[in-house]
């Protein structure tokens, strides 16, 4: 079976891709720590986007500044765009102070994405680690939404602690279904914590899966996705079954700013869902 | 071929500028020959040449009235067609909303007087970047596609041009409206002219010419031919990609990084680096935003910065990025060389770091490894 990252086709419609389109802020809902996921519909005058899973916009909030985020919404509702965000940086800090009908700049949507049509009859395992769910959502979607087109779904999940387990009632619900395998895991807990202690890839002992047969789609940190594909290649997956979901400084989105970079690749318009055999040679590397 | 007298280079802008274009060229300002708005032929660099090495660039007088008889200063035309600074729209506060106004670029008409083969193949890269990839940047396009170009055919080679290693000269063979080849025989100053557009061929008619002969065709020809032996340096290019792909983790990284000041210096001088960054701003009553785009480096920390810190933080890692860029990934992005070997970064880098002394510095470790490993054997 071979498997190959979505392209997605550009959007001719808008013909100035540097020109946010205008959203509004419909609903803030507060996650975990520092923390909050946003609901957009378009504001007046703007037309709603249709997107693939793994892809990511641009959010600009005004006078502040524009930073990539993965869209973190189902993509059957293009109408409600969902991202997720940390407060890390100005803008991402001056994100979680938005409030119902404030109004932002969105560029996009860019970038490649989960292997979807491809995985269809396959096994599909989903890792993800701390925030790397939100980019990973989408695919669980649209899996779930035409459940039956695959075969075994998994989904491993790694926090840092039980606080910082993100969509946690989501997740609860998606643990009670009969077709859908959900393993969490967190780096350190109190005694309070009746559930798993340790890394991701731990989680990955517990699952069988056919090599020739699964494709696994993995989001979190670098270091976690060292360490996640170093496994899944231990037990036998090859690196063109492998998904990763890369993050770079992006300052445009379109492949003009060269900020991106990771090898040959650039991560905005090859990316960010890559393919593990194209940057495998670069993975693990210092300061790529 | 044609033949113009160099007199007849006054009825060549005339011509241009009846067109409506806007003429730039050499110049001489601040002791070096840069690109900038030419009145006419009397602002070219008449009986200038330069003298360049590493970190050394010397504007010395000929011993003739050449006009285009020096290699390359330190600007090049992405400043015209891809510009340091450009804004690209700007915002008003209403409420909780505002409103965007796009910027209409302006429709730019330059016609570039005497481009040089190596930036015309800088500028083909451009355009592979700019517009014939997955999107459009309106800006270049706005400042290409009216583009005239006047391109001359070097006379004489500098003390850091590689481009024969590059095959990117040094004749011209695309990319141009009209290509000129300056020739100074004892009292005779003239150009021998190959027109590469319809376009071109019609400005030619408006200007005093006649058909070139066997014999000045000749002399054309022996001219590039002569500079193509003069190169200053020479970048061995054979399986370079997998060279440096291969060394990633060379020592040679940490040797250069122990000389390089990460200034940038080298990345505002070459022909085709494009890297830019944003900047949003706002005026003092907050309700007025405006996006520009300006030139960047990856040199900077800033340049790769993700939360929680830059991915590059050692010079070494941003000397490498640069330089497998320009050599190798940028073959697997654009398909071509990011390089067009016109010297500029060697000869404005302050401590002559020398992209070709750096390659072969690689090469020449591994040859020495694989004898030494040979010798091993043998022992």
Same mark, same amino acid.
């Given at each position: 079976?071979?498997?190959?990252? #979505?392209?997605?086709?550009?959007?001719?419609?808008?013909?100035?891709? @540097?020109?946010?389109?205008?959203?509004?802020?419909?609903?803030?809902?507060?996650?975990?720590?520092?923390?909050?996921?946003?609901?957009?519909?378009?504001?007046?005058? *703007?037309?709603?986007?249709?997107?693939?899973?793994?892809?990511?916009? @641009?959010?600009?909030?005004? &006078?502040?500044?524009?930073?990539?985020?993965?869209?973190?919404?189902?993509?059957?509702?293009?109408?409600?765009?969902?991202? *997720?965000?940390?407060?890390?940086?100005?803008?991402?800090?001056?994100?979680?102070?938005?409030?119902?009908?404030?109004?932002?700049?969105?560029?996009?949507?860019?970038?490649?994405?989960?292997?979807?049509?491809?995985?269809?009859?396959?096994?599909?395992?989903?890792?993800?680690?701390?925030?790397?769910?939100?980019?990973?959502?989408?695919?669980?979607?649209?899996?779930?939404?035409?459940? #039956?087109?695959?075969?075994?779904?998994?989904?491993?999940?790694?926090?840092? *602690?039980?606080?910082?387990?993100?969509?946690?009632?989501?997740?609860?619900?998606?643990? &009670?279904?009969?077709?859908?395998?959900?393993?969490?895991?967190?780096?350190?807990?109190?005694?309070?914590?009746?559930?798993?202690?340790?890394?991701?890839?731990?989680?990955?002992?517990?699952?069988?899966?056919?090599?020739?047969?699964?494709?696994?789609?993995?989001?979190?940190?670098?270091?976690? @996705?060292?360490? *996640?594909?170093?496994?899944?290649?231990?037990?036998?997956?090859?690196?063109?079954?492998?998904?990763?979901?890369?993050?770079?400084?992006?300052?445009?989105?379109?492949?003009?700013? &060269?900020?991106?970079?990771?090898?040959?690749?650039?991560?905005?318009?090859?990316?960010?869902?890559?393919?593990?055999?194209?940057?495998?040679?670069?993975?693990?590397?210092?300061?790529? | 071929?044609?033949?113009?007298? !160099?007199?007849?280079?006054?009825?060549?802008?005339?011509?241009? =500028?009846?067109?409506?274009?806007?003429?730039?060229?050499?110049?001489?300002?601040?002791?070096?020959?840069?690109?900038?708005?030419?009145?006419?032929?009397?602002?070219?660099?008449?009986?200038?040449?330069?003298?360049?090495?590493?970190?050394?660039?010397?504007?010395?007088?000929?011993?003739?009235?050449?006009?285009?008889?020096?290699?390359?200063?330190?600007?090049?035309?992405?400043?015209?067609?891809?510009?340091?600074?450009?804004?690209?729209?700007?915002?008003?506060?209403?409420?909780?909303?505002?409103?965007? !106004?796009?910027?209409?670029?302006?429709?730019?008409?330059?016609?570039?007087?005497?481009?040089?083969?190596?930036?015309?193949?800088?500028?083909?890269?451009?355009?592979? +970047?700019?517009?014939?990839?997955?999107? %459009?940047?309106?800006?270049?396009?706005?400042?290409?596609?009216?583009?005239?170009?006047?391109?001359?055919?070097?006379?004489?080679?500098?003390?850091?041009?590689?481009?024969?290693?590059?095959?990117?000269?040094?004749?011209?063979?695309?990319?141009?409206?009209?290509?000129?080849?300056?020739?100074?025989?004892?009292?005779?100053?003239?150009?021998?002219?190959?027109?590469?557009?319809? =376009?071109?061929?019609?400005?030619?008619?408006?200007?005093?010419?006649?058909?070139?002969?066997? /014999?000045?065709?000749?002399?054309?020809?022996?001219?590039?031919?002569?500079?193509?032996?003069?190169?200053?340096?020479?970048?061995?290019?054979?399986?370079?990609?997998?060279?440096?792909?291969?060394?990633?983790?060379?020592?040679?990284?940490?040797?250069?990084?122990?000389?390089?000041?990460?200034?940038?210096?080298?990345?505002?001088?070459?022909?085709?680096?494009?890297?830019?960054?944003?900047?949003?701003?706002?005026?003092?009553?907050? /309700?007025?935003?405006? =996006?520009?785009?300006?030139?960047?480096?990856?040199?900077?920390?800033?340049?790769?910065?993700?939360?929680?810190?830059?991915?590059?933080?050692?010079?070494?890692?941003?000397?490498?990025?640069?330089?497998?860029?320009?050599?190798?990934?940028?073959?697997?992005?654009?398909?071509?060389?990011?390089?067009?070997?016109?010297?500029?970064?060697?000869?404005?880098?302050? %401590?002559? +770091?020398? +992209?070709?002394?750096?390659?072969?510095?690689?090469?020449?470790?591994?040859?020495?490894?694989?004898?030494?490993?040979?010798?091993? /054997?043998?022992?």
């Amino acid at each position: 079976m071979v498997y190959t990252p #979505e392209q997605q086709p550009v959007d001719t419609a808008f013909p100035d891709p @540097m020109l946010p389109r205008l959203y509004r802020v419909e609903q803030v809902r507060r996650e975990i720590r520092a923390t909050c996921t946003l609901a957009l519909v378009p504001d007046n005058g *703007t037309t709603a986007f249709s997107f693939a899973p793994g892809q990511f916009t @641009m959010l600009y909030v005004f &006078g502040i500044g524009e930073i990539p985020i993965s869209i973190s919404g189902d993509p059957a509702q293009p109408h409600l765009l969902v991202h *997720t965000v940390r407060a890390v940086g100005p803008v991402s800090q001056a994100l979680q102070q938005l409030k119902r009908g404030d109004v932002i700049g969105v560029r996009g949507p860019f970038g490649s994405s989960w292997p979807i049509e491809d995985a269809k009859g396959s096994d599909v395992i989903l890792v993800a680690g701390g925030l790397g769910l939100a980019p990973l959502r989408p695919a669980l979607y649209a899996l779930l939404s035409q459940r #039956e087109q695959y075969g075994r779904l998994c989904l491993l999940y790694g926090a840092r *602690t039980p606080q910082d387990v993100l969509y946690a009632r989501e997740l609860a619900r998606w643990r &009670g279904r009969f077709d859908l395998d959900v393993y969490v895991t967190v780096d350190s807990a109190s005694t309070a914590w009746r559930g798993q202690v340790g890394v991701v890839t731990a989680l990955l002992a517990k699952i069988p899966f056919d090599p020739a047969n699964t494709v696994a789609l993995v989001c979190g940190p670098e270091v976690m @996705m060292r360490f *996640t594909t170093r496994e899944l290649q231990e037990r036998g997956l090859s690196a063109v079954h492998i998904f990763v979901s890369m993050e770079r400084n992006m300052k445009c989105a379109l492949g003009f700013c &060269g900020h991106c970079q990771f090898g040959p690749t650039f991560v905005c318009k090859d990316g960010p869902v890559l393919r593990y055999d194209r940057i495998q040679s670069w993975f693990g590397k210092r300061e790529i | 071929m044609h033949v113009i007298e !160099r007199d007849a280079l006054t009825a060549l802008f005339v011509a241009l =500028r009846q067109r409506a274009f806007r003429l730039l060229g050499p110049t001489v300002r601040d002791g070096a020959i840069v690109y900038d708005e030419l009145a006419s032929p009397a602002d070219l660099p008449q009986g200038w040449t330069d003298t360049q090495d590493g970190g050394t660039y010397r504007l010395v007088r000929r011993n003739d009235a050449a006009l285009f008889g020096y290699a390359v200063g330190p600007h090049s035309w992405k400043q015209f067609l891809h510009p340091p600074t450009v804004r690209l729209w700007q915002a008003q506060r209403d409420g909780q909303s505002f409103h965007i !106004r796009a910027e209409q670029p302006e429709q730019a008409r330059f016609a570039f007087i005497g481009v040089r083969s190596c930036e015309l193949h800088a500028i083909a890269i451009h355009d592979r +970047i700019f517009l014939h990839d997955a999107y %459009v940047d309106p800006v270049y396009r706005a400042r290409r596609e009216n583009l005239f170009i006047v391109a001359v055919n070097c006379g004489q080679a500098g003390g850091t041009c590689f481009c024969v290693s590059m095959h990117t000269g040094p004749k011209v063979t695309q990319g141009f409206d009209l290509a000129l080849t300056e020739l100074l025989t004892g009292e005779r100053h003239y150009f021998v002219v190959e027109t590469g557009t319809a =376009r071109g061929a019609e400005v030619l008619q408006d200007i005093p010419h006649r058909a070139a002969t066997a /014999a000045e065709e000749e002399a054309a020809a022996a001219v590039v031919a002569r500079t193509a032996t003069q190169m200053g340096r020479t970048l061995h290019t054979a399986g370079l990609q997998e060279l440096l792909y291969r060394n990633i983790e060379h020592p040679r990284w940490d040797e250069v990084a122990s000389r390089c000041l990460t200034c940038g210096n080298c990345t505002m001088v070459c022909p085709t680096c494009f890297c830019t960054t944003v900047t949003d701003t706002t005026d003092l009553t907050g /309700a007025h935003a405006e =996006r520009w785009r300006q030139w960047d480096s990856c040199f900077t920390t800033d340049f790769s910065y993700i939360h929680g810190g830059s991915v590059r933080t050692s010079a070494r890692s941003r000397y490498r990025h640069w330089l497998m860029h320009k050599l190798a990934t940028w073959i697997d992005q654009f398909g071509t060389s990011g390089c067009v070997g016109c010297g500029r970064c060697i000869t404005w880098c302050p %401590v002559a +770091i020398d +992209i070709t002394a750096e390659v072969d510095a690689i090469r020449t470790s591994e040859h020495r490894a694989a004898a030494e490993g040979k010798n091993d /054997a043998n022992a």
